[in-house]
C-alpha cells in the first residue's frame, strides 16, 4: 500500500473524481461531511488539513482526510462541526494504522463521530454512540405516514401548533432550498443567540466558521450541495435550517427559530417539512447527529452508532495529548449520559447564559459574521 499526502486543494480532477466514486460504492460513506468539497472547506478557513491517499498497484482505493497542527497532533476533518468521520475507501480495503500515522506524520489522531465500519481504528475506539436517523422511505410508504402511525400524538399537536401559527402570523410556507444569504444571516444570529442563552459555545463568535458556512452555503455539487430550509409565516421567517446534502443523505447540522415563537414549535415543523421535502428530492437519510435530545428520539426511525477516541503511536506528544484530553471527553460523556447529572448541568448552562446575555440583544453578537 502506498500512502502520498496532498492539500485538498492540491487534488486534481482524477483524484476527486476517484474520491467521489468511493462515495458512491458504500453507504457508510455517502455522507457529505466525508466529501473532498467540505474538506477544502475546512483548509480554506481553518487550515491545516490534509488528505492521505492510499494507493494498491498504483490506483487509489482510499482517502483519509485530516487536520494536523506543528506538533503532529492529528484530528479528524472538521473536528467539533463534521458529524461524520472516516478513511473512505473501496470495499475490501484494509491498512495498518501505525503505518497511515507515520506516513500522515502524526503521533496522535482524535476522533470523535467515526464510522462504525472502520474496523482498523478499532482498539483505539474509547467508546460509541447513537447517532439517530431519519428513514426517509419506510417499508412501502412515506416517512409521514410512519410517524402519524409511530407518534399520532405528536404528529397532530405539531400541525395544529403549524395552522395556528399561520392564522396568527399569516399563510405558513415552505422553502426546501432557499438561496437568500440574508436568511442565512438570520439563521446564524439566531443560533449565536441560542448558544449564548444555553450557555454553550458561541461556534458563531468565531469568524472562520462565519466564513465556511457562507462559502458551504454557495457549493453546489452532486456530493455536497449546501441546503438552507426556511420556514416563513407570510414573509416573516420563523424557522430555518442551513446543512449540507449528498445525492442520498441529508445532514442536519445548524437549526434555529425565532425565540420569540417558540411555544409554536417551529423547530419541530420545520424538521417535519425538511424531512418531506428531501424525500421528494430523492434523498433516503435525513442524519440528524450525535447526541440524546427528546426531538430526536421522536423523529428517528433507528440509529447509527459513531465511536470516539485517538489513535496513537508512541510518541510523548500522543501521551501528553491524551492524558490531557481524555478526561475532559469522559467527564463529558458520563454527565451526558446520566440524566441525573445531564439535566442539572443543562439547568445551569441555562442559567449562566442568561446572566451573560442579561441586558444584551439576542442579535448582538452574531452579526452577519457570526452557528
Known sequence: MEITIHRPEELNSSLLLAWHRVMDESPDYANPFLSPEFATGIDRYRGGAHVAVLHER???????????????VGRAIGLGLSDCQALVHRPGITWDTQELLRACGLSVFEFDHLVEEQKPFGRHVTGTFASPVIDLKVGDGTYAEWLRGAYPGLAKTTLKKERRLGRDLGEMRFV?????????????????????????????????????????????????TGVMSVLYA?????????????????????????????????GLIMHLRMAEAAGREGVR??????????????????????????????HPVATA????????RGLRNTVLA????????????????TLRTSGRPDSGAAGPRAR
Not at 58 to 72: D, H
Not at 236 to 254: C, D, I, K
Open 338 to 353: 446520566h440524566p441525573r447529572l445531564r439535566d442539572p448541568a443543562d439547568r445551569l448552562l441555562k442559567t449562566v447564559g
Open 321 to 328: 495529548h491524551r492524558l490531557w484530553r481524555r478526561p475532559v
Open 176 to 224: 426546501y432550498d432557499e438561496r437568500d444569504p440574508r436568511v442565512l444571516h438570520t439563521l446564524m444570529r439566531w443560533k449565536s443567540a441560542q448558544y449564548r442563552r444555553t450557555g454553550r459555545m458561541d461556534r458563531f463568535a468565531r469568524p472562520w466558521i462565519v466564513d465556511l458556512v457562507d462559502h458551504l452555503f454557495r457549493v453546489r455539487e452532486e456530493h455536497f
Open 234 to 266: 407570510g414573509d416573516r421567517p420563523v424557522a430555518a435550517h442551513f446543512g449540507p446534502t449528498s445525492r442520498t443523505l441529508f445532514a442536519a447540522w445548524f437549526t434555529a427559530y425565532d425565540p420569540e415563537l417558540r411555544y409554536y414549535s417551529p
Open 58 to 72: 498504483g490506483e487509489p482505493v482510499g482517502f483519509f482526510p485530516y487536520e494536523r497542527n506543528s506538533l503532529g
Open 285 to 314: 437519510l435525513m442524519d440528524l447527529g450525535r447526541g440524546d435530545k427528546e426531538w430526536k428520539d421522536w423523529l428517528k426511525t433507528r440509529e447509527l452508532r459513531v465511536g470516539e477516541g485517538f489513535a496513537t503511536r508512541p
